[in-house]
């Protein structure tokens, strides 16, 4: 083993082409475990080049056997990087596609694992046909067995996981760089709604259409800006000319960091409508930081940040009414919205503090690779 502060620490993740928060998380921890002595290289498998998922008909069965079996021509990718940077810490990130792979190469090599769970595809949901539930059952089993330890960036899925028999969990609790979202220029707040995140049926971005086109003639000076992409990009505006909202309603395809920071601090409202079980949300983080109120779905990890009446306000999952409401009512109670805005900068300071999350990863690091 290297010296602590000499640690090699190799960093998987897989590659889906859909930029997101765990692009941001793995280039983060590179950058901060870099400055704090750490040896970081990073491993990204391109799932497009390594899997035909996404080209077939049958996209989810190889999906699914692409996680559940072990994959020659990852494996051989991942032997090599062994070979050439040796590392003494595999931090993996996502867990949907070459997961017994990476486990697998791991083991056999002796090198201790460490995984942060990005999302809830381990766990079945309500509602899921049997087979899902058999195969995330097998899946989740060969992470419990092969993996040294878990991070969990929500205390809700820390939970879930110990009650599911996981006990090498620790909660780790996400960060944002806040300093990139300061500005020293002087921004007016316009009349805009944004939502920032993929173009996915699962993001909610039509149920926030929907509540947008019954109130849109109520706010008729004020616009909603979707920023991003993915699949459903297409169908988003088609239904926003369906709908005769084109006049109030503007699609952006992905856009630089610093663009977005503009958007946030010009804007006067960012909806979360996320219509499946998030594990956070870092765009609520950055938000706080650009100090723009926000509204989010109730589901899973949000309302760990998003502190209903607090930091921002709660809605039920896919229920337009409701966001409409909500919509309406934060932007007409300007004392409501003053006291959201501040709660929600002095929250992220808090409870959200970059050093301790990294102090208590760099100690992870350590205990497991003595």
């Given amino acids: ?41 990073r491993l ?43 590392p003494d810490l595999i931090h993996i990130n996502n867990n949907a596609y070459f997961t017994t792979t990476i486990l697998k190469v791991a083991n056999r090599h002796k090198i201790p694992t460490v995984q942060t769970i990005h999302d809830y595809r381990l766990i079945p949901k309500d509602g899921e046909g049997v087979l899902a539930r058999f195969i995330k059952k097998v899946r989740l089993n060969i992470v419990k067995k092969n993996t040294t330890h878990f991070i969990a960036p929500s205390y809700k899925f820390e939970k879930i996981l110990r009650a599911r028999g996981v006990e090498n969990v620790t909660y780790i609790h996400h960060y944002i760089e806040v300093d990139k979202w300061k500005t020293t220029e002087q921004h007016m707040r316009q009349k805009r709604i944004l939502y920032i995140g993929r173009f996915e049926v699962v993001k909610g971005i039509f149920v926030l259409l929907n509540a ?4 849109a003639q109520d706010v008729a000076d004020y616009e909603l800006i979707f920023i991003g992409e993915g699949g459903e990009s297409e169908n988003l505006r088609a239904a926003i000319t369906k709908d005769n909202l084109q006049k109030q309603t503007i699609v952006l395809p992905f856009q630089p960091q610093e663009t977005i920071k503009k958007y946030l601090h010009e804007s006067e409202l960012i909806v979360v409508p996320s219509a499946y079980r998030e594990m956070f949300g870092l765009i609520g ?16 990890g949000i309302p760990e940040w998003c502190i209903h009446e607090k930091t921002g306000l709660l809605v039920e999952m896919e229920n337009a009414d409701e966001l409409a409401e909500a919509i309406q009512r934060i932007l007409t109670d300007k004392d409501l919205a003053k006291r959201l805005v501040q709660e929600g900068k002095t929250f992220l300071h808090e409870v959200h503090d970059k050093q301790k999350a990294l102090d208590v990863l760099e100690e992870l690091y350590k205990s497991l690779s003595t």
């Fill in 1 to 41: 083993m290297h010296k602590a502060l000499n640690m090699r620490i190799l960093l998987y993740n897989d590659k889906t082409g859909v930029r997101g928060g765990t692009e941001t998380y793995v280039n983060s921890i590179k950058r901060e475990m870099e400055g704090r002595g750490f040896v970081v290289e």
């Fill in 44 to 86: 990204t498998i391109d799932v497009r080049e390594f899997s035909v998922f996404g080209k077939s008909r049958f996209s989810q069965v190889h999906k699914f056997r692409d996680g559940l079996f072990f994959k020659r021509n990852v494996g051989e990718a991942i032997e090599r990087k062994l070979r050439e940077f040796q």
């Fill in 212 to 215: 947008w086109k019954k109130i």
């Fill in 285 to 300: 983080l950055e938000a706080f930081a650009c100090q723009i109120l926000v509204i989010a779905s109730d589901v899973a």
